[in-house]
């Protein structure tokens, strides 16, 4: 039954969005959709070869798509920042950005470019750089900011003891860690963008579970073959308990093009314990409704990537 839900996605001409993780699994389902209601999509990618494989598959579905790629690491605060210069330096505004890309449970602690918990630094801090150095073209586009967190986030909270894991390391801990920080920094975006009149709608979205690559085989993170809990998904996915790929970025597409979005809501599906079904509002989840903690978290992020909100 999953395979059959489906939501309407108003037309989107004239906007241009910028969706990261767009190059295969859910973020090029939800790039597909966009630029078949005549949104112009650009992909920062950070591998070439699958962001080149990702426009032809989009152009394939949506003849005459207008798709593009940028060069991006979230890893790595210089990439991000190179991105950010590229953007300004076309002078368009962005009308939509999508934070979907993220890494998750790397078997062993790993770290960013820039010496950050590989998750910290990829789910979280790249994202957070990435929206301060386009606040500019967010607010001349009167953006809508979609954080993709996770249903993780639902428990645990911000690892502040140990923010980076150097005294120890454990995986989910982490991952938990990373979503709750990115949830919390997009509710802060909310707040600032209602008190300084920025015109941007910061909304937040996860996407179940659903069976992508996340928790599959990936030698980048150290994981040589699937996990269990992927194979699981799968069956799950089969039996039409959890989401499909495709289903499971309808949370994010109807919190990036919903006409009655307001700031600080919070989209995923609404089947049993969240993990499959079809999209719908949902209650904050208790780690991310604390106005303090989200503060903490914007100024410590300005803090640790060296960029702040201008």
Known sequence: MSREIDITVPDQSGRRAVITGGSDGIGLGIATRLAAVGAEVVLPVRNPHKGEAALASIRAAVPGADVSLRALDLSSLDSVAALGRTLLDEDRPVH?????????????????????????????????????HLLPLLRAGRARVVSQISVAAARGRVHWEDLSWERSYDGMAAYRSSKIAYGLFGMELARRSDAAGWGITSVLSHPGVAPTSLLAA????????DTREVRLIRRLSAWGVAGTPRTAGLPALLAATAPDAEGGRLYGPRGPGHIGGAPAEQRLYRSLRDAGEARRVWETSERLVGVRAA
């Open 96 to 132: 939509l950005l999508v934070g979907n890309a993220g890494v998750m449970t790397p078997p062993d602690r790993r770290t960013t470019a820039d010496g950050f918990e590989l998750q910290l630094g990829t789910n979280h801090l790249g994202h957070a750089a990435l929206v301060l």
């Open 218 to 225: 990936r030698p980048e993170v150290g994981r040589a073959e």
